[in-house]
């Protein structure tokens, strides 16, 4: 037993000693997908009235109210499996991108689409590009796949496309790109983007991780539906757990040529979207007044934000997302020490940025709590340990 396991390679990774060895390596040596602290769990650890999450990207209005609706109108039907085409959502997405029904896929969350990809490309020996850092399921699932990371670290913070076209060689099945990217919230533009495009070898799939586009407010942006092309192996990811505030339903989609969605449908477990989430999704879709009112609520969270760490001489990035990565030197201690006074947010030290910290905006009361809190801990900051 022993032997197999150490053949394997894999004794060291989880230390589990009764059935590692019944398990494929490379889940062994996997690092689970670490996930915002939740608010109850916060409030029980420190018996604390008040908390504040800033931590997941979430929408700090709520869910589109439309979705909501639609949501519990689906309570009555629990008991049937829900449409395993996912007919409706996927025509009202069809009609809001100009595209065929036939060029989009559902997901779990858009974290399905971007597992479905993987799982579709790349296999052992085959690399997968990716910018650094960027969001943590990208590597998760490629390791998962048997295939291997290429990382090419930003330039000045921003995903470098020329840097990311030199990494591509005969072996890269895939490219994902974050835009705008998690956790530095800064964009490539269009130009970039286009020239990127065209330069790539042919044989390579391009996945285009859209998750925070609808807070973009730079004209510069590519939009990824603009470059389908059924000649042209580009997936984009989109999700209704950010802007359209339905986390917790878990539902995204991707939008491809038909032959690779044709592909994906058949790689999907049937069912992968549940039916609250479809109704939901495509209510929401059409729920202008919400997304219009999350935009203007982010827009006015990024400028406190930004005034703030002005304020306090706090190095920050430019954000075309819902939050902002703020330097403020040991991260994990001024995570722990916000903590303590209920706030919730995320350390980029899992990032492999150990001075930064990712905030996600909130309603104006929230930023003035997590002011208060920020300043507290950011004056007491030189006695942390290791400064
Ligand atoms: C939040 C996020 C997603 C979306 O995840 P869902 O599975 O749709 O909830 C995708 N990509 C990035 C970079 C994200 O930060």
Known sequence: MLKTKRESGAVSAAGCTLFGHLVSPRVLDLK?????????????????????????????????????????????????????????????????????????????????????????????????????????????????????????????????????????????????????NNPTGTVFRRKAWERFLTELPEGVTVLLDEAYTEFVSDPDVPVGRNYLDESRPLVVARTFSKAYGLAGLRIGYGLAPRELVDYMNRLRLPFNANGPAQAAAAAALSDEGHLTATARVNREGLERLGRLFDSLGVTYLPSQANFVLARVGPADWVFEALLNRGVIVRSAASFGLPEWIRVSVGLPEELDLFAEAFRDVLAGVAGAPGE
């Open 32 to 180: 689970s997908y670490v996930p915002g602290k939740p608010i109850e769990e916060l409030q029980r650890e420190k018996g604390l009235q008040r908390v504040v999450k800033l931590a997941s990207n979430e929408n700090p209005l709520g869910p589109s109210p439309a979705g909501a609706a639609a949501y519990q109108a689906e309570a009555a039907r629990l008991h049937r499996y829900p449409d395993g085409y996912g007919l409706v959502l996927k025509q009202a997405l069809a009609r809001h991108w100009g595209v065929g029904v036939d060029q989009v896929v559902l997901g779990n969350g858009s974290s399905e689409i971007l597992e479905m990809v993987v799982r579709l490309v790349v296999r052992p020996g085959r690399t997968v590009v990716v910018a650094s850092p960027s969001f943590s399921i990208y590597e998760i699932t490629t390791h998962a796949q048997g295939g291997a990371m290429v990382s090419v670290p930003l330039r000045d913070h921003v995903v470098d496309l020329e840097a990311v076209r030199a990494a591509v060689d005969g072996d890269t099945a895939l490219v994902i790109l974050a835009n705008p």
